[in-house]
Each structure stands twice: as C-alpha cells, then as structure tokens.
C-alpha cells in the first residue's frame, strides 16, 4: 500500500471517486501533543530501571511544548504539494525537502529552555551546540536525517532531533490536503517525510483488533497498515507477537522471520494513555529480548537513536 496526499484543489474530484472508510493518514494535531508525551515520561518514570533518563526526556519533551508555541511557523506548503503529488513522492521527503533556518532557531529556544535544567554532561553538550555555527549544525541535521548515525554523538542527536521534529510536525500540521491509499509499496516510511515510525500504535474502533497506525518519529503523522503484513517487508507467512506479560499486555512486539526485524504495538484498548514515543522507550527490556531472539528494531526512537 502506498498513501499519496492529495493537493486541496484536488480534494473535490478525489472525493467523488472514493470514499476511505479507514483514514489512511492522521496528521498531528499540535495541541499537547509535547506536554502529554512529558507527562506519560514521568508518570512511567517511578517504577523503571531507565527512570532518570524518562525523566531528562520528560524535561526535553516539555521544553518542545514551549517552544513550539513561541516559534509559529507560516509556510505555503501548496506549490510543494502539487510537485511532490505530481511525482508520488512524500512532500516533506527528508532527503530532498529545503530546510529553511526555522528549524535552528527552534533548537536555539530549545536550547535556551533547556540550559537551566541540565547538568554535567548533558549541559555541556548544550553549550557546544550553542556555539556551533550554522553550517555545523545543517551537518548534525543532515547526518541524522540520512541516517549516518555514526557522524553524530548519541548524546547530541536528542537535542538535533527534538528541533527538527517540531519543525517537521509544524507543517505536517499545516498540510491542506486528503490521502487516499494506492496499491504500491514503502509502508514503512511515513508518507508524509519518509522517516521511519517509532512504534504502531492500535487505536480503539469498532474493529476488535483494533486499527494499526504507523507513528512517525519526525512529523509526528500517523498512517494505517492494514494488520496481518510485515511493516518493514510486506511478508505474511513468518509473523510472531511476543510480549513480556501476557497476551493482553499493552506493549507488545510483532516479528518477522522473513526480514528479521520486529516493530512494539501499543494497544490503546489496555491503557488509553499510551504515548509512542514514551511507552517505547519506558520497555526497552522487551527490545533487549527481542535482541536475544536475533531480531532488530526497524524503527527508531527520537531519544535512542544509535551513535558514536
């Protein structure tokens, strides 16, 4: 399946041909989406082993709140949006999308935010950050999101990524358009930026399986995998769910013996306040099993991301 986003002044003729039953693509809705993902970081944060970094993660996360409220963008996504819909490719694809200076001006507010409430290490990353030229950082930027890991520290990437995921879900929000599903491939890049999802979240419906989202790690969209296919390599044949607790267990992982990777499932029916980005990094033993059983991650986390 493929999901192409229809430009606004398409919508009208688009509709007349097909009505979605299922929403193929969720674009973020910016209201608390930063504050709410502090908060499960520190409500989670008391009964796990990794609880002080949940914690530096909740100070981030509530900092990007801040800052995206401080920092509106105004942009005129539609000239992008014919282009990228004439080429069937994402509108905010990472590796050709121009990046304007909005998004380092948000990671110095970040920054700004963030200096009074760090310490040690952490603090002196911030401080060189701060002193970085603006062609330094297009580096850090540019590394990360061609997914050269190794060019940058992994304790500089959470910092980088934050900005550049406010920037990116500030106009995945501002999009003006439909999606509709096609017949293709690439379900496991967001549609959207053509990043790579955190997790898959199981929104409560009227299914009783519920409704599979991917949920992007940079624009914060969510797209439907319909359930029953490998998300990384569309195989169907050796799929496995494990889970650390039992069989109604709200984090659960989906492995695939074709292209050994696997990929957590957040059920929303178990706990209505999962959170994608939290309740991933707050169950990072069951990525430690999944590990031992020679599978690997085929996503990424915005405050795990590998590094030097």
């Known amino acids: 399946m493929t999901i192409r986003i229809i430009p606004q002044e398409q919508r009208e003729t688009s509709d007349k041909q097909a009505v979605e039953t299922i929403p193929p693509l969720l674009f973020p809705r910016l209201k608390n989406i930063y504050s709410r993902r502090a908060a499960r970081l520190r409500q989670l944060a008391p009964k ?16 990007q ?18 282009e990228s819909a004439a080429q069937g490719k994402p509108p905010l694809d990472i590796h050709t999308f121009p990046r304007s200076a909005h998004w380092q001006r948000l990671l110095h507010s970040l920054i700004a935010e963030l200096k009074p409430e760090m310490s040690g290490q952490a603090l002196a990353v911030l401080e060189n950050l701060e002193k970085a030229s603006s062609s330094e950082l297009e580096n850090l930027a540019q590394a990360l999101l061609a997914g ?15 900005a550049l995921s406010i920037y ?28 790579v999802p955190v997790t898959g979240v199981l929104h409560m419906d009227a299914d009783p399986h519920g409704l599979r989202y991917l949920h992007c790690n940079l624009c ?7 359930p029953g296919k490998c998300t990384n390599c569309e195989q169907t044949r050796d799929l496995h769910s494990w889970s650390l607790d039992n069989a109604h267990a709200t984090v659960k992982t989906e492995s695939c013996g074709d292209c050994g990777t696997y990929l ?28 031992q059983e020679g599978f690997a991650r085929s996503s990424i986390n915005p405050f795990m991301f590998p590094g030097e």
């Open 148 to 162: 050269d890991f190794a060019k940058v520290s992994s304790d500089t990437s959470p910092f980088i990524w934050a």
């Open 168 to 195: 990116w879900a500030q106009m995945a929000a501002l999009i003006p358009g439909n999606a509709r599903a096609e017949s293709g491939e690439h379900r496991q890049f967001c549609p959207v930026c053509a990043s």
């Open 65 to 82: 709140d801040i800052v995206l409220y401080d920092h509106p963008l105004r942009i005129d996504l539609r000239p992008r949006l014919a």
């Open 220 to 226: 914060e969209s969510e797209w439907y995998v319909a």
């Open 264 to 291: 957590k499932l957040l059920c929303q029916e178990h706990d209505p306040a999962v959170e994608p980005v939290a309740d991933d990094l707050a169950s990072l033993v069951l990525d430690a099993r999944m590990e």
């Open 48 to 63: 796990n082993p990794l609880g002080d970094y949940l914690r530096f993660a909740a100070v981030i996360a509530q900092a």
